[in-house]
């Protein structure tokens, strides 16, 4: 449980997928306009993560790797493999969650596409993978993850919806300004560096 | 996706299969600046940063990067009148994606240690959102060597701010240049037995290398200024908003 | 167009081709790239003994020297947890992968030993890997021991995502790596205590080598990794310790 703790608040903070990693910048900036758009991208990113990386875990174990049903290595077509699955994924749970809660489907429903496209999905897959995680920590790697991700776009959403009343040189507006915030929170959230992983075990 | 201004070509209907003229040439030019990837159309400030913190790696992106551009546009415009459309975001990922595993297979073939080094950014190209909104947004509508040359354009449009913010960031970040290729050389910085190549004198023994620019926040900074820089000389492209 | 057959012929004619091709071209860079990886792994374990190898540095060594070098002058022992030498058909000592075994129970894990036999000299030098934690991610090295198994003849050390130049000089900086050589693994008393890598720089001449400045998450990596790595071969090098008192007593 503890290295399971440990993988989700170092995914979640320290190796922050977007501010660390830039997986996902393109929808991170072009969707964090106004916070309630960023909650509802955010939650659909967390909702993708947290199912597409146990799947691809078992794809590239019982598919992929040598000692998986074809015995035969077949790495090299992970690449295809996993962004198919992330793609039919997403299609898969925009269809059920249309059906049974209408409500979810309003809010996340218009962002589910745009996911297939977020770097953070296959991302999150290929450090999965490169990081030798078994199952249990990728979920963990999923979820904390993903709910990075969310902390991220909601604070730099809430961030530039206030800072439109602040004087900023006109050639920074908007996109200039969200790239040097992007860095200081970067900054901010590589504080977190310094907790001892031991604290949670 | 984010929004992208790009005025779609008229395409013409009796023109030779390859002509280089002015308006091929607007389209390598273009994205260098008017309609850079990264400074004006926001699309690709992917992963592929994250590889900028030195220059040889960066330069080795630019290249797969353009390769993938450059390639994807071509077949998918050869492919555009086939493609049906409920599953055409499935069949450009697809093309994309063997693209890259094709830049995968070759990069461990001729150079495995830069291989090692960029290890899953390669892939991340496939997401690199660069890519697939050309394809989107001028290859699915052009002819084969009008979307090859779009793609080849926005890919240097591209390398050339990873190869910028590369520069940028391992001159103050480590004081060298081309550090890991064979030629490597060190700039500026203490002559120190702190790098391996101490054979090569220094111009500014007294600096200190900038910490701050080994971290990813110092790529946010630098494209910032960047855009900053642009939009001063560039005032069609200010943000009204 | 728009039919479903269509879709699905379309679909799987592009698979077909696409794995078609993909395959084919892995099939031709296969043997290439297999080798390219031995090398680059066998280049990372010479790097530990580079002062030995006839006044080149690994850098300069070619592809072919490297495999020469391998096959003449160094054997491969996998060791299990108890320092047993196993017998094995398949596997060498250099197709262990460090990463897959540090998650293994201790009972199920293989420990890879290069003994490398200097030209000129025939001395021996034992070469263990280790693997351990830095700031981002894994961190990993080889360590080479005299024969004396206390004197420190070299030491490599790699890593997969440290930040360049501050973690990842330990990788880079020559002269961070060169502190290693000649430190001994024991303590006066004949302690095991390993090389301690040492933030605001070493305390003893004996054990202990400066830090990276900005780098302390990685540099104790670094330490831990080599205390812990370096303890799960002493039964074996207590093994060849014993063997060489025994051996010197007979002399007598």
């Known amino acids: 449980m503890g290295e399971f703790f440990n993988i989700f608040i170092k995914a979640a903070f320290v190796e922050n997928l977007v501010l660390a990693y830039f997986l996902g910048m393109c929808s991170y900036l072009a969707v964090s306009k106004t916070v309630k758009t960023a909650f509802g991208l955010g939650l659909a990113v967390i909702f993708v993560l947290g199912i597409t990386m146990p799947i691809n875990w078992l794809i590239h174990e019982y598919l992929l790797s040598e000692t998986g049903v074809f015995g035969l290595d077949l790495t090299f077509l992970r690449l295809i493999l996993f962004i198919a699955v992330i793609a039919s994924m997403v299609q898969l749970v925009e269809m059920v969650v249309e059906k049974f809660s209408p409500a979810l489907y309003n809010a996340l429903g218009i962002f589910l596409p745009l996911i297939t496209v977020n770097c953070a999905i296959l991302g999150g897959s290929l450090f999965m993978v490169s990081r030798e995680y078994n199952f249990s920590e990728s979920i963990a790697f999923g979820l904390g993850g993903g709910f990075g991700w969310f902390l991220a776009i909601i604070a730099i959403a809430a961030i530039r919806e206030k800072i439109r009343y602040s004087n900023v040189p006109p050639a920074l507006r908007g996109l200039g300004m969200a790239f040097i915030l992007t860095g200081l929170m970067g900054i901010a959230f590589m504080s977190l560096l310094g907790i001892d992983p031991a604290a949670f075990q | 996706m984010a929004d992208t201004n790009v005025k779609a070509a008229p395409v013409q209907e009796k023109e030779p299969l390859f002509q280089f003229g002015k308006k091929e040439r607007k389209l390598l030019s ?167 190549n101490t054979e090569t004198s220094t111009l500014f023994g007294w600096y200190a290398n900038n910490n701050l620019m080994v971290l990813p926040a110092a790529a946010m900074f630098i494209i910032g200024i960047m855009i900053w820089i642009q939009r001063s000389f560039n005032k069609k492209l200010v943000d009204i908003s | 167009m728009n039919s479903t057959n269509y879709i699905l012929g379309f679909i799987l004619a592009m698979t077909a081709i696409v794995a078609i091709m993909l395959t084919g071209l892995r099939e031709v860079t296969k043997a290439g790239a297999e080798r390219n990886e031995a090398i680059f792994n066998k280049r990372a374990i010479l790097m530990s003994v580079e002062n030995y190898l006839g006044g080149k540095t690994v850098k300069q060594l070619s592809d072919d020297e490297v495999e020469n070098i391998f096959q003449n002058q160094v054997e491969q022992v996998v060791l299990d947890v108890q320092g047993q030498e196993l017998e094995l058909e398949s596997i060498q000592a250099e197709d262990i992968e460090m990463g897959k075994e540090r998650k293994k129970a201790d009972e199920d894990r293989k420990w890879p030993l290069f003994i490398f036999n200097e030209e000129s000299t025939g001395d021996k030098f034992y070469i263990l890997s280790v693997r351990g934690n830095g700031l981002w991610d894994e961190i990993w090295g080889n360590i080479a021991l005299k024969s004396d198994l206390e004197t420190v003849a070299g030491a490599a050390f790699d890593h997969t995502g440290e930040t360049p130049g501050l973690g990842a000089e330990i990788k880079d900086n020559a002269s961070f790596r060169k502190q290693f050589q000649g430190k001994k693994i024991n303590d006066e008393g004949g302690e095991f205590t390993a090389v301690i890598v040492r933030k605001n720089g070493a305390r003893n001449d004996r054990n202990e080598v400066d830090g990276i400045s900005g780098a302390t998450v990685t540099c104790d990596g670094v330490t831990d990794m080599l205390k812990e790595g370096i303890q799960y071969y002493q039964p074996y090098l207590n093994k060849l310790r014993q063997g060489s008192e025994i051996q010197g007593a007979l002399i007598k």
């Open chain 2, 30 to 196: 273009d994205p260098l600046n008017d309609n850079n990837p990264i400074t004006v159309q926001v699309l690709g400030i992917c992963s592929a940063l994250a590889v900028t913190s030195l220059v040889y790696p960066s330069v080795v992106m630019s290249i797969a990067v353009i390769f993938v551009c450059g390639f994807s546009s071509l077949f998918t415009s050869l492919l555009r009148n086939y493609i049906p459309k409920q599953v055409r975001m499935i069949v450009q990922l697809v093309i994309i994606a063997s693209l890259v595993t094709v830049v995968e297979l070759t990069l461990k073939y001729l150079n495995y240690p830069i291989y090692k080094q960029l290890s899953v950014y390669i892939g991340l190209i496939i997401t690199n959102c660069i890519v697939m909104g050309r394809l989107e947004a001028f290859a699915m509508a052009n002819k084969p060597w009008r979307s090859f040359l779009d793609g080849i354009g926005n890919g240097l449009g591209y390398g050339a701010i990873l190869i910028i913010v590369g520069i940028v960031r391992e001159i103050f970040g480590k004081g060298s240049l081309f550090a890991g290729s064979p030629i490597e050389m060190k700039l500026i910085g203490p002559t120190a037995e702190y790098f391996i």
